[in-house]
T-cell receptor, first 124, second 115 residues
Framework: GAVVSQHPSWVICKSGTSVKIECRSL??????MFWYRQFPKQSLMLMAT?????????EQGVEKDKFLINHASLTLSTLTVTSAHPEDSSFYIC????????????????????FGDGTRLSIL | GQNIDQPTEMTATEGAIVQINCTYQ??????LFWYQQHAGEAPTFLSY????GLEEKGRFSSFLSRSKGYSYLLLKELQMKDSASYLC????????????????FGSGTQLTVLP
């Protein structure tokens, strides 16, 4: 089955540090990947949509300059939390959907998003 | 709007059947997914509904009524390992992201299975 690898799984660092999180689709290509943030006992909140070869699309309220997204290939997207502060501490999860043939056709929409294992970020 | 509502918590007994409901108000509805998430882990895909009716996958079934904006996830023969959060998620036409078909998640239903 489709596998998404996310690394690192756990980060503890000092305030002001920049942290890079990688999301890789291991056995499929993904023109689009998604980055979510989840606070304890809350649901996933979409932060941004990462598009291969173009700029990411950010959700309202998400700072583009703080959460830098790069999607340089069809299998890798990175999220960099710049100058992280304690309020950025959260569980960050990426997901990817296989790029099926017939893009924009029903079989593409039926493809579920596959999630990475998440990165637990703690800023001291 | 894209309000997705599901109960916050449910409790059931091992071996029983439980139904988790989800209602949604969203324009451009394209499909509905159910995910299971154990604490501290990423969500795992359970089911997908785009047409009205019931989709069955082993112990899990999911139902959709597009006209009513309603879905449910049915879990049969509950096991202790089924204790988890169950997330209802809807795809819609995300105008800001073109055809990316973003997922909008409900707040999740925390299911506790008791022995």
């Amino acid at each position: 089955g489709a596998v998404v690898s996310q690394h690192p799984s756990w980060v503890i660092c000092k305030s002001g540090t920049s942290v890079k999180i990688e999301c890789r689709s291991l056995d499929f290509q993904a023109t689009t990947m998604f980055w979510y943030r989840q606070f304890p006992k809350q649901s996933l909140m979409l932060m941004a949509t990462s598009n291969e070869g173009s700029k990411a699309t950010y959700e309202q309220g998400v700072e583009k300059d703080k959460f830098l997204i790069n999607h340089a290939s069809l299998t890798l997207s990175t999220l960099t939390v710049t100058s992280a502060h304690p309020e950025d501490s959260s569980f960050y999860i990426c997901s990817a959907r296989p790029s099926a043939t017939g893009y924009n056709q029903p079989q593409h929409f039926a493809q579920p998003q596959h999630f990475g294992d998440g990165t637990r970020l703690s800023i001291l | 709007g894209q309000n997705i509502d599901q109960p916050t918590e449910m409790t059931a007994t091992e071996g029983a059947i439980v139904q988790i409901n989800c209602t949604y108000q969203t324009s451009g509805f394209n499909g509905l997914f159910w995910y299971q998430q154990h604490a501290g882990e990423a969500p795992t895909f359970l089911s997908y509904n785009v047409l009205d009716g019931l989709e069955e996958k082993g112990r899990f079934s999911s139902f959709l009524s597009r006209s009513k904006g309603y879905s449910y996830l049915l879990l049969k023969e509950l096991q202790m390992k089924d204790s988890a959060s169950y997330l209802c998620a809807v795809t819609f036409l995300g105008f800001s992201s073109g055809s990316a078909r973003q997922l909008t998640f409900g707040s999740g239903t925390q299911l506790t299975v008791l022995p």
